[in-house]
């Protein structure tokens, strides 16, 4: 099914995001968590490309399995750096094929240790380019990224958004954030895009914070901010990762209940892998959820509403 016919249904949706598993010892682990996550029947679940090492066959064998074989919406994420136009078409028939109905668009990034991404002249240079090339050849539902503190590479969110604006008009359907630990930069964010004219959704991405090492890593590699008091309870617990997860789960529920019940339409949640985090949030969360659906059946414009 395609998520914008979900979205007819569901006012909000909850989602989560997995990236394919190396090797075989990573894939047994990967099938325990996704197991049980997917017990909780997201709206849909989606596969990196190409990210945090992993390989592209990866990704296509994984949503295949979510798609057919396990009977999940999933969300194929797609990168063209360094792709050819050519290259493109074929992945995107192979998913066609595979009856794959959703497709989230991104440029990507360079490979490790090439900081400046070379222009692509046989390919494309940004989302929005790759978001138009597919609109205008298959019949996917399109998701895009959309960065509520602005793109690491771009002078200001103003320009940001601009550009947006562009990815969007090219024919994203919906767009999911990337991670941020402050909800303001996320209100902020959809009041401006709102002003520019993006109408579409604009999922907030949440990652609970399981390991501080590798989230201080993140931050500084996207540009996402790490809150001075977030990041003054969670110093003391550098080499303590059990008591690390325990401040994230705490900070990423208050964040989820605030965007949930001033109006965001749904959480996408940057699993990394793990069902711990997510599944402790879910549960904690589910009392609000009933009575933030209250809220939406009373609530014409909950897109837009502000905390
Ligand atoms: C939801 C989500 C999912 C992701 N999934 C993956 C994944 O599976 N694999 C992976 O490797 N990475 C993934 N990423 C990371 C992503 O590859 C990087 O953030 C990348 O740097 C940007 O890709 P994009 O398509 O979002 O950016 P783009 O929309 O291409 O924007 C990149 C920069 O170019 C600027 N720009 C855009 N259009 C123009 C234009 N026409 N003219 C001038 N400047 C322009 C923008 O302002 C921005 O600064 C994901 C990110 C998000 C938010």
Redesign the pocket.
Known sequence: MKITDIFKKQKRTFSF?F?PPKDYQTAIKFGINAGQLMKLTPSFV???????GSTQTN?FELVDLFHNELGFTCMA?????NATREKIAYDMRVLQDMGIENV??????SPKGEPL?KPNPCGF??????VKFVRERYDFCI?????PE??????SLD??I???K??VDAGADF?????FFDNKYYWDFLNKAEQQGIKCRIIP?IIPITNFKQIKKFSEL?GTRIPKKLMTKLEPYQDNPKEAAKIGIDHALIQVSDLLNNGALGI?FYTLNKSTAAIKLYESLSQDFKDVKMLFEKSLTPHIAKP
Request: net charge negative; charged share 15%.
């Open positions: 995001e990236f989606s596969v990196t490309y190409g990210a945090s990704t994420h797609y990168t063209c750096v989230m668009l991104i440029r990507g990034d991404l240079n940004y989302g929005s380019d790759l998701g895009a990224g959309a960065y602005k793109h690491i590479e771009s002078s320009k940001d601009t550009n947006l562009i990815k767009l999911i954030t990337q991670m991405g996207t996408h």
